[in-house]
């Protein structure tokens, strides 16, 4: 077994895990990322597409900002559309010149991947038998194969960055974590293609047919979603169905102007509402997906990931630079406090913007949820306080300030 130093062990090579080893190294505080697949296959996953300004702030403090300033678009707002209404949500105006950046994650990731390597920091992709050990000492360690050789990475503090699957929730004694979770009963099939986006703005539209969702990567790259049934498999969907469903989901104007093309993406993902407490045990740190899982429908399971990096981050420099030994027993306090907002956030736009026939979600009949849901697009839709309501939350609450 090769024994190998660092300061701060990171679990998981995704944004969370990119981002803190990116604000951490920036900051003179050695860290290395144990990764389970190859950097490509991160790279294909197709994720995230809206970064809230807390983000793109972290990203332009992390020095990794250069192509999404120049490739992202700025949205000052967005559309809800639903039985025959439709409303744009002004969030610049609602918030007082606060906007959101459309930069999808997988830029996000190569960008943070590329300024890694450039100041040479250690990620050790395609590891295995990657195991936490002694946590709740002062001596932590990792243990994983790669290339066939048993290393054991000795550290002082461990970031599990390895999602909903990792290892690192699962490291914290059953007895030790409360798991809260709600699992919807549809999914999101989510198609990229190489045309041009149907609106300069993201459309969600709530119709009798169920959800869509109208967003973009770029002028010339567009990602679309409809809710389907839990049941259903992708291969259930040709593009021509595809198409041909969105058309009969988007507001008439809209899907006048929908360009088809081939699809370069196509997948289903299932929607929960997910939360892991305490997210810290010991030395062990859990951030972003290894803590916590968001529906898509308010934009937030990035930017969620991104907040509890400012906050980690934050609290270890208090460790490193102010030798604050105790501050990082505050991380979890800290960032549940927003993990919760933004959980209650995304129930609250998937239950108003999905059609819940098939499930009476915690009331008697499906029939009378949906009339609550209308109810409740109609009140918050009509009155401007509603409108800043959804606003406020779609740019991101402010992050709490680590004293
Ligand atoms: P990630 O899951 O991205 O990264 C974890 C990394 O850890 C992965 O690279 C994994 O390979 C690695 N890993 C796992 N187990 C390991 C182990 N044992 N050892 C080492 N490494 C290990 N969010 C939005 O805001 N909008 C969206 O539209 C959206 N769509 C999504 C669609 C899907 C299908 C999924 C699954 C999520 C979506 N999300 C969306 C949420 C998503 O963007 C996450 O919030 C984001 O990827 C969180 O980043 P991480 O916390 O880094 O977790
Ligand atoms: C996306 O572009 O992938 C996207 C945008 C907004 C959401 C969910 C997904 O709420």
């Not at 969370?16 to 190294?25: E, H, I, R, V, W």
């Not at 295995?128 to 066939?148: A, G, M, R």
Request: proline share 4%; aromatic share 10%; charged share 25%.
């Amino acid at each position: 077994m090769q024994s190998i130093n660092t300061k701060v062990a990171i679990v998981g090579g995704g944004p969370s895990g990119l981002l803190l080893g990116q604000l951490l190294a920036k900051q003179g505080i050695d860290n290395i990322i144990i990764e389970r697949v190859s950097s490509d296959y991160v790279l294909g996953r197709i994720r995230a597409g809206i970064l809230e300004q807390g983000s793109v702030d972290l990203l332009h403090e992390a020095g990794v900002n250069e192509r999404m300033d120049k490739e992202g678009h700025v949205h000052e707002g967005f559309d809800i559309a639903y039985y025959g209404k439709r409303y744009r949500i002004d969030i610049n105006k609602l918030t007082n010149g606060k906007t959101v950046m459309c930069y999808g994650q997988t830029e996000v990731t190569r960008d943070l991947m590329e300024a890694r390597a450039a100041k040479g920091l250690t990620t050790y992709y395609q590891s295995s038998d990657v195991e936490l050990h002694e946590l709740k000492t002062d001596q932590p360690y990792v243990t994983f194969k790669h290339n066939d050789e048993v290393y054991k990475l000795n550290c002082d503090y461990i970031a599990g960055c390895d999602g909903f699957h990792g290892v690192s929730r699962k490291s914290i004694p059953a007895d030790q974590r409360t798991e809260f979770e709600r699992v919807y009963p549809f999914g999101w099939l989510g198609v990229l293609s190489d045309t041009p986006p149907v609106s300069d703005e993201l459309i969600y539209a709530k119709t009798k047919r169920g959800f869509a969702l109208a967003s973009m990567r770029s002028a010339t790259r567009s990602r679309y979603y409809l809710q389907v049934p839990l049941s259903d498999k992708v291969e259930n969907w040709s593009d021509e169905a595809f198409w041909q469903e969105l058309k009969m989901r988007l507001p008439a104007d809209a899907a006048e102007k929908l360009v088809t093309g081939p699809s370069i993406e196509k997948s289903i993902a299932p929607l929960r509402s997910f939360v892991c407490e305490p997210m810290q045990y010991g030395r062990l740190f859990l951030v972003g997906d290894a803590a916590h899982i968001v529906p898509p429908t308010g934009a937030k399971g990035l930017n969620l990931a991104a907040s509890d990096v400012s906050t980690l981050f934050r609290l270890l420099l208090k460790v490193y630079n102010e030798d604050d030994q105790d501050a990082v027993s505050r991380y979890s306090e800290i960032a549940l406090r927003r993990v919760w907002q933004t959980e209650r956030f995304s129930w609250w736009m998937s239950n108003m913007l999905h059609e819940f026939k098939d499930d009476p979600v915690n009331i008697q009949d499906a029939k009378i949820f949906e009339r609550f849901m209308k109810s409740e697009l109609d009140f918050y839709l009509n009155h401007e306080e509603g409108q800043k309501v959804i606003a406020m939350q779609y740019v991101g609450l402010p992050y709490e300030e680590v004293l």
